[in-house]
């Protein structure tokens, strides 16, 4: 294992080395940090459900009716009536006939495309996809190719040339690092121009914020369900709990519980999370005072921060990313927060493109607007002594 050891002294060298924090205690805007306490700026936790008393109620009644584990597959004797009715109620959430639930979003987006694609298709992924749509990809042995990020035109002029087989399009609705929105309507149109062209999207950090209750990048560009065939989206961020799920059409639903590997082949998701994520769900979608507080934060941030003149990038939603540029300056600002008691994330390359390390600040529901003038603050003061 010594041969490892030169590839780990690099990533050191080049302020790439990555660690593990250890908190305490529920998600939430204040965390307990490797014994520390900091105000937290980098969880997914949007809505502010992870620690929410009916949603941590619902998962103690679940445990009380089904015990801890699913004891096996789906597909053997682990799927139970809460597992099924969590998936009848995302397919009525997202308005489609039908939901599977995966254990995790890298789980759904590697089973979806392994099970629709093989050799002699192709396979179209955003430049900036998350890993789990770029590995799936590369794992289905179809042709795989990346798009410039968010370049309709660049896809519809390949698809035009003529590709073999099926065609996946996937992208993610709310790109995890920038914070934009993709371009939907202009990616389906491409679709709907080419027979056996499919949209697939990967709404884990659009669904619970964006859309008519939550229902996420879709609905929030007014996209009918037939233009978006394979809708992914995951619980653990904003729903507040664990796993994903994929919908759509009975024949998607079908095709995925006889052939997708990593639905097949692994133990079912706890129950008892499936029976709390029933009421994170309804929570998620009754609670519109959740994304108007969202809302009123991310518009609050975002003119603080161009008053400061920081360099912030073209995103409606609660990712909030500021760019740095190197990786030394990411990891001084975020040291620098750190010393005044705010837990801020430096990204740095392979996560981004290389020269686009950042910090990748992201607002809850659970915040308040002292917090983020908290965060202003801080950001002032650094701006001042070290501008970006």
Known sequence: MQTLQPELERRRRNRLYRR?????????????VDG?????FCSNDYLGLAADPLVVAALTEGAGIYGVGSGAAHLVNGHSQAHHGLEEELADFTRRPRALLFSTGYMAN???????LGRGDTFYGDRLNHASLIDGGLLSRARFQRYPHGDAAFLEKRLEDGTPGRTLIA????????????????????????????????DAHGLGVLGSEGRGSVDHLGLEVGDIPVLMGTLGKALGTFGAFVAGSEELIETLIQEARSYVFT???????????????????GDEWRREKLKTLIARFRRGATELGLPLMASETPIQPILTGTEEKALAWSEA????????????????PANGSRLRITLSAAHTEEQVSYLLG???????ANPL
Do not use: N, Y
């Open 267 to 285: 133990t079912a998701l706890p129950p008892a999370v499936a029976h709390a994520t029933r009421t994170s769900l309804a929570l998620a979608r």
């Open 171 to 202: 992208t993610d609705g709310v790109f995890s690092m920038d914070g934009d929105i993709a371009p939907l309507p202009a990616l389906a149109a491409v679709c709907r121009g080419k027979q056996d062209a499919w949209l697939m999207v990967d």
């Open 36 to 40: 520390r306490k900091l105000l937290s």
């Open 337 to 352: 927060l750190e010393a005044e008691g705010l837990m801020v994330t430096a990204i740095r390359p392979p996560t981004v």
């Open 20 to 32: 593990r924090r250890v908190s305490d205690g529920p998600q939430g805007p204040e965390l307990r």
């Open 378 to 384: 801080a950001l002032e003061k650094l701006q001042g």
């Open 110 to 116: 590697l089973g979806v495309v392994s099970a629709l």
